[in-house]
Nanobody, 125 residues
């Protein structure tokens, strides 16, 4: 079992930045690929970014490429999502997720068995 706790959400003006953190516990963190997803009101949850268990591979949804950066610190059992140039359409609850041990990067919900509780990000115009 892997437990995940997100932090760092909040209210920011358009063009601003936030850094989300996700602290993991329970298993060998470095064996798990990690992902960030988001869900806006009235919409389905969508993939945002992922990082491989080794940290060398990353993947981003097109609308956040060049603005968001995913990274991990295996010594701290933490994955980050640096969000720059935020837009009102980035407003959503952001979820951290852990994939299956040593699995390839994924974009689908069912590739991630472990989820955090979510953190709200609100971008005002």
């Amino acid at each position: 079992q892997v437990q995940l706790v997100e932090s760092g959400g909040g209210l920011v003006q358009a063009g601003g930045s936030l850094r989300l953190s996700c602290a993991a516990s329970g298993r060998t963190f470095s064996n798990y690929g990690m992902g960030w997803f988001r869900q806006a009101p009235g919409k389905e949850r969508e993939f945002v970014a992922a990082i491989s268990w080794g940290g060398r591979g990353t993947d981003y949804e097109d609308s956040v490429k060049g603005r968001f950066t995913i990274s991990r610190d295996n010594a701290k059992n933490t994955v980050y999502l640096q969000m720059n140039s935020l837009k009102p359409e980035d407003t959503a609850v952001y979820y951290c997720a852990a994939g299956r041990p040593l699995a390839a990067l994924g974009r689908k919900d069912d590739e991630y068995p472990y989820w955090g509780q979510g953190t709200q990000v609100t971008v005002s115009s």
